[in-house]
């Protein structure tokens, strides 16, 4: 157990549609970073936050967006969902927002668009 | 272009061999990761590269970067079932940009 957990595991919806994906880093950790894994396009980075701040900002499409809260969670919404956003999501957290820092990943939340 | 690629993207192996698993990436950069995933599981970080002849060594693997030829190994000695997952290497070039490879299934037979 990494210590980050993510929630829902599980989450199916339609086209069109809108859901947001929940993400609770290791006590202590100020960073979170989002990835996507799919058949298609494999593992991408999408976005880093850094203690409620957007530090880096990957393959993030313009209907994603996310956002850290004060108490360091971080959420990942997702927008006008299209068949292609069928994929697992990670986060990640990290104790700082140095290159060099263990990213610690949750489980995942598996999202099918139908 | 902003490449990264991989060989083997599938291997099986006997245990208790050696074998070595490529990473080679298009345009210099010298910070690399590797990561492991076991089958239907999460991501777990492995080593942290971040320097021409940078080496790191856990159990049973070694990873290397050799910055120059746009390179880095994942070498398992004396394989074990227990190692059997996919790796996978990103690379990182500085302005959020960073790209992972496709991965490398790994399978042993006992």
């Known amino acids: 157990d990494s210590g980050v957990t993510q929630t829902p595991k599980h989450l199916i919806t339609a086209t069109g549609q809108r859901v947001t994906l929940r993400c609770s880093p290791r006590?202590?950790?100020?960073?979170v970073y989002w990835y996507q894994q799919s058949l298609d396009q494999g593992l991408q980075f999408l976005i880093q936050y850094y203690n409620g701040e957007e530090r880096a900002k990957g393959n993030i499409l313009e209907r994603f967006s996310a956002q850290q809260f004060p108490d360091l969670h971080s959420e990942l919404n997702l927008s006008s969902l299209e068949l292609g956003d069928s994929a697992l999501y990670f986060c990640?957290?990290?104790?700082?927002?140095?290159?060099?820092?263990?990213?610690?990943f949750g489980p995942g939340t598996r999202l099918t668009v139908l | 272009e902003l490449k990264v690629e991989q060989n083997p993207l599938f291997l099986s192996m006997q245990e208790g061999k050696n074998y070595t698993i490529y990473c080679n990436y298009s345009t210099t950069s010298d910070r690399l990761y590797w990561y492991r995933q076991d089958p239907g599981k999460s991501l777990e970080s492995l080593f942290v590269?971040?320097?021409?002849?940078a080496v790191k060594q856990e159990g049973r693997l070694m990873a290397s970067l050799d910055t120059k030829a746009r390179l880095s190994t994942l070498h398992i000695t004396a394989a074990v079932h227990d190692l059997s997952a996919t790796y996978f290497c990103a690379v990182d070039w500085g302005d959020d940009k960073i790209i992972f490879g496709k991965g490398t299934r790994l399978h042993i037979l006992p």
């Open positions: 590269l971040l320097s021409n002849g």
């Open positions: 006590s202590g950790d100020l960073s």
């Open positions: 990640a957290s990290s104790a700082e927002t140095g290159v060099a820092d263990t990213q610690y």
